[in-house]
């Protein structure tokens, strides 16, 4: 498929959005055919992102549909939604039509299942629709998920010269070839080929001869994130698909897997940020609300739990009452210390590169916070002596409640992650406000109960 | 470049480490070329991050260098700096020679500027030599210090016939060949053609007449970030690169963008945790506070800017001194909402979807803060009544805190980071501790001014 590109970078400008607006206005579909077949089909969508539903539909409607299926890909998963419920079962079948099987199960997925059954009826290429069938089937965070139907494979059996001949047909309906993979006749993967190695070789050559008989390959069941770090390490653009009989099924490219790393990303940013659910800037305030209260309200029992142990306390502090002004202090750094420890295992364990034993890990947690905890402990007794006047047992006390603190914040946020790792559950729900609000309540008490113990009251 | 990749995930165990490195003590050169031969590359430098330096060192000099120059390459970078240490400047050479000029590049820039010359000095072809220095000129986070020499190009006037038979001179030089690129004369990109396009044409057509004119490019001072992007948006696998005169330098792979992408992903993950650097989980104790303490003093002077609040409003709060109790409530939930709010913030400009006016985006998180604030201060009014037995100004004062300090918090988390990039600084650092301390000052200080207004002490 010929891209148009155009060397000047795609500018989505105030002007722009409502020149193309004027133009649906006016029903000018010559004028804005022209306009915007010179952009990319990625630049129409954010185009189309900016447009009320009406006028998005108004544009899918207009251009043919080799466009606007690429256009659909693009557009926000909220848009999108919109759109296709603007469209007929038909229309939307249509659209399909012109999409990768990949892409096309992706969309249809989305869809309501009556609504689903409906576009799958009116597919009218028979093997793409059993195609999109057999993708349907597979959760979508598997290598099944990911994968297209569309790849090229010839058979072991082949000259060189057939081959090339043959799969001028096959390469016509993949729009990028990245392996030629080589099957036997049980449709087994046996090796792949690149097109260059087929255009270097001699035109008698046998593929059997030619071929790379070690090729890298994943089970269709595969979990989505697994195949990205085999693609990732290997360096690898694309990789073949196969069943437990090594029967090949399709491919995975790696602009697929950049979407899922960059999913991945973006989800574990935001739960170290205590969002849960994908949401963004520009998303209702109701969606945003849904995804932002669960974790304020953590924090917020974790406030409650703090104020019952500091109520308990304040009544026989009567002559240290200068410890309360340190709470916040206490807090913050224990906060920020277990952020810090649980964010380095949770990168640690997505790239699998969290070994040895937890008790070696948590002697060095241990340390670094000693060291941590001795310097801000130094700084803090200067400043509490001079400024606050505190006594001589007030700083230690301080002091010995901020190294603890921190050594204990440390430990709690190296462990918990590495505990639900071990347990199969995400670790990365066990950073931002979770490990914040534990190590708060925890932090607290233990500066109380140092305070106690120091100062006997 | 066959790559020898066994079906079989490979697994880094205990066993295959001890086996390692009893044969490296034996000294059965034979067998340990033998045992690693059936590795990647990618594996083998796995295998190699867990011996010591010697041992390492041993391996390296052992295999052929075009192994070992993919092995330098996946190395962790702490570990390639030690074992490059250990090598000569001509051994070095040797590596650089076999691999293609990017990562050549790259290599040779870690290196002490001594040393570079050195290494440079030994490179035997003089070709290579050439185009290295040249990406050595490059700023590593431009499109330059991305691009590799490599590449596959035409001119507009040969046929397919000419073409495919001198490209395959070319493509023995290139590991994997994207797009081939139109040149005219006087070597100006003016478009590109796949292999399969090349296949698919008749042997006598000419390039002109079957090219695709237009061609996505950057300009070699382009941003590495920007690259990214692009290649995101476009789902390329590949882009050339062009100087001020369109003139073709290089290209860039997807797989170098990968790479970017991980690390920026990694950077932001690690700013919003408190950690500035790129650290691990198995770096040293030194290195792990050098990333982390700078955050955690922020925080401690937060903690003080605290302390010097509390104790001056200490003094006056005599009949309210429940108030006390409620600081880490409040400072707890202003430290989430803002760093969620500048989280959203950040990532939004980080896909370039934050447009329309800040004062509206502003009044958005307004009214989210008020929806969220209303919601928790309610379950609060509860708790502090029945289970703190706060009287009705008491429960008015933490409930009316508490609404003012999420919505402050939240407008401080939207246009801390929207100021930030407006002047050109990363957005990405006003996350986590930055945030959250400025909150957690800004919240108790709000708190206890609302205290003052309605308890009238």
């Known amino acids: 498929m010929a891209e148009e590109l155009d060397n000047i970078p795609f500018e989505l400008t105030e002007d722009l959005i409502n020149q193309v ?26 185009i189309l992102d900016e447009l009320d539903l009406a006028e998005a539909v108004y544009i899918i409607k207009l251009l043919d549909s080799e466009t606007t299926a690429d256009i659909l890909m693009e557009l926000d998963e909220d848009n999108r939604e919109k759109v296709l419920r603007n469209l007929s079962s038909k229309e939307i079948a249509d659209e399909i039509g012109e999409l990768d099987t990949d892409d096309a199960a992706d969309i249809i997925s989305e869809l309501p299942e009556e609504r689903k059954r409906e576009v799958i009826s009116h597919i009218e290429d028979e093997d793409h629709k059993a195609e999109i069938q057999e993708l349907l089937a597979y959760d979508e965070d598997t290598a099944g998920g990911l994968m297209a139907k569309e790849l090229v494979k010839v058979y072991e059996t082949w000259t060189v010269a057939g081959c090339l001949r043959r799969i001028r047909g096959q390469a016509k309906e993949v729009t990028r070839v990245h392996s030629i993979y080589v099957v036997d006749k049980q449709n087994r993967l046996v090796g792949r080929l690149s097109l260059k190695d087929l255009i270097v070789a001699k035109s008698e050559q046998k593929i059997a001869d030619i071929y790379i008989s070690s090729v890298d390959s994943v089970n269709v069941h595969d979990d989505a994130e697994d195949v990205a770090k085999v693609m990732q390490k290997y360096d690898l653009e694309a990789i073949p698909v196969v069943d437990n009989n090594q029967k090949l099924l399709g491919r995975i490219t790696i602009d697929d897997i ?55 306390f304040q009544s026989v502090l009567n002559d240290y009452k200068i410890l309360l002004s340190f709470v916040p202090l206490i807090q913050a750094t224990a906060g920020n210390v277990g952020v810090q420890s649980s964010a380095i295992i949770v990168q640690g364990l997505a790239n699998d590169s969290i070994d040895g034993n937890l008790l070696k890990r948590l002697l060095k947690e241990f340390l670094l916070g000693l060291v941590n905890g001795l310097a801000i402990a130094f700084i803090v007794l200067l400043i509490s002596h001079f400024a606050f006047h505190t006594t001589y047992l007030e700083s230690l006390t301080i002091c010995v409640a901020l190294i603890s603190v921190i050594i204990m914040a440390a430990l709690i946020g190296t462990f918990i992650p590495i505990f639900l790792d071990k347990r199969g559950i995400d670790a990365a729900v066990a950073t931002g406000p979770f490990i914040t609000t534990s190590n708060d309540i925890f932090g607290i008490l233990l500066y109380f109960l140092i305070a106690k113990a120091i100062l006997g009251f």
Not at 296 to 307: D, N, S
């Open 21 to 46: 607006e004027r133009l649906i206005e006016l029903k000018q579909d010559k004028a804005l055919q022209k306009l915007l077949n010179d952009f990319h089909h990625a630049d129409i969508a954010d």
């Open 258 to 312: 950049v979407d899922v790393m960059k999913e991945e990303a973006e989800k574990d940013y935001q739960l170290a940020a205590g969002i849960t659910a994908d949401v963004e800037a520009d998303d209702s305030i109701w969606e945003l609300t849904k995804a932002r209260l669960p974790w304020l309200l953590i924090g917020m029992f974790g406030g409650i739990g703090a104020a019952t142990i500091i109520t308990n």
